[in-house]
């Protein structure tokens, strides 16, 4: 019983993670200006993370966490030039 509750579980999350990710692409494309952008680029990478962590608990398979490591590190690189671009014009000073 505790295992169809967990499996329901993660796919919920897994469906309601995809409709973040809809909802985080479409900030980042329409978005009016470039900080509400940046914001969906950031929403969506977090999104895609969690994605990867629930489908590696779903699997039960370590390589999947190493992989959402990685991509929180690159993205979270990747937001902190964004930012450092639209507040200064440049990333390396």
Same mark, same amino acid.
């Given at each position: +019983?505790? $295992?169809?509750? =967990?499996?329901?579980?993660? %796919?919920?999350?897994?469906? +309601? %993670?995809?409709?973040?990710?809809?909802?985080? !692409?479409? /900030?980042?494309?329409?978005?009016? /200006?470039?900080?509400d /952008?940046? %914001?969906?680029?950031? !929403?969506?990478? #977090? $999104?895609?993370?969690?994605?990867?962590? !629930?489908?590696?608990? /779903?699997?039960? $398979? !370590? =390589?999947?966490? &190493?992989a959402?490591?990685? +991509? *929180?590190?690159?993205?979270? @690189?990747?937001? @902190?030039?964004?930012?450092? =671009?639209? +507040?200064? *014009?440049? #990333?390396? &000073?």
């Amino acid at each position: +019983m505790s $295992n169809l509750i =967990f499996s329901w579980s993660i %796919l919920a999350a897994q469906v +309601m %993670l995809g409709l973040a990710m809809c909802c985080a !692409t479409y /900030r980042l494309l329409v978005g009016p /200006r470039a900080q509400d /952008r940046i %914001l969906g680029l950031d !929403t969506l990478y #977090v $999104n895609a993370l969690l994605l990867v962590l !629930t489908f590696g608990i /779903r699997v039960g $398979n !370590t =390589f999947y966490f &190493e992989a959402a490591l990685i +991509m *929180g590190l690159l993205g979270f @690189v990747a937001t @902190v030039a964004l930012a450092k =671009f639209l +507040m200064r *014009g440049e #990333v390396i &000073e």
